[in-house]
């Protein structure tokens, strides 16, 4: 079935510095998703892509949706604590599904 | 509430027992989702209701687990004859219409099965 690559798994960064994490498929996804999860919480949508080669910004958090349609990047610029959390990215199925696949996820972690 | 509520928040049973895990999803929210997420691991799609559709149950992983939703409102995910491999967070989502309306998420129950 589809799976989607999430890189790095982990990741310690200190506050302030800038973070970037993809997700990949060898497979073709039309839209992309992001989610965060805080510790205890269910999954929050960051951004949501709909169209090949977009870039959408959501605050300090900016997503882009690859032009093969087989990845995609999330960038976080000056992070700070409440930063904290794991990162999803998620897709449809394919063929006409509403089902979406989740990524293993990155979790980060930001020092004070 | 305004959002997803789940009941228990946390759930520790014996191997062996059945469990029911209750999600009670946004007012006016057609679509309902049942995700696994275990320790490390990204989240497993289980099953998905939309309106009066048959379910989607490609991902359940076993006969053992079930689920129905009443009403086309709460739904009850459960897990017959526990097995310590079934120790997750299940996280239950509902949206409105179509993957353009994002996923709202409960917070989800933990299950532990000793």
């Known amino acids: 079935g589809q799976q989607l690559n999430q890189s790095p798994q982990s990741m310690f960064i200190q506050e302030g510095e800038d973070v970037s994490m993809n997700c990949t498929s060898s497979s073709i996804f039309n839209t992309w998703l992001w989610y965060k999860q805080d510790p205890g919480e269910g999954p929050v949508l960051l951004i949501a892509?709909?169209?090949?080669?977009e870039l959408t910004s959501n605050g300090r958090l900016t997503a882009q949706f690859g032009i093969t349609r087989k990845d995609s990047f999330l960038n976080i610029s000056a992070s700070i604590p409440s930063d904290v959390g794991i990162y999803f990215c998620?897709?449809?199925?394919?063929?006409?599904?509403?089902?979406?696949?989740f990524g293993k996820g990155t979790k980060l972690t930001v020092n004070p | 509430g305004a959002g997803v509520s789940q009941s228990p928040s946390n759930k520790v049973t014996e191997k062996g027992k059945d469990v029911e895990l209750r999600c009670d999803p946004i007012s006016g929210h057609t679509a309902l989702y049942w995700y696994r997420q275990s320790l490390g691991q990204g989240l497993e799609f289980l099953i998905y209701f939309q309106g009066n559709s048959a379910p989607d149950k490609s991902g359940l992983p076993s006969d053992r687990f079930s689920a129905e939703r009443t009403g086309g409102s709460v739904s009850t995910l459960t897990i017959q004859r526990t097995q310590q491999e079934d120790s997750a967070v299940y996280l239950c989502?509902?949206?409105?219409?179509?993957?353009?309306?994002?996923?709202?998420f409960g917070n989800g129950t933990r299950l532990t099965v000793t």
């Open positions: 998620a897709g449809p199925v394919q063929g006409g599904s509403e089902k979406l696949v």
């Open positions: 892509l709909y169209k090949a080669g």
């Open positions: 989502a509902s949206t409105r219409v179509g993957l353009r309306s994002p996923l709202h």
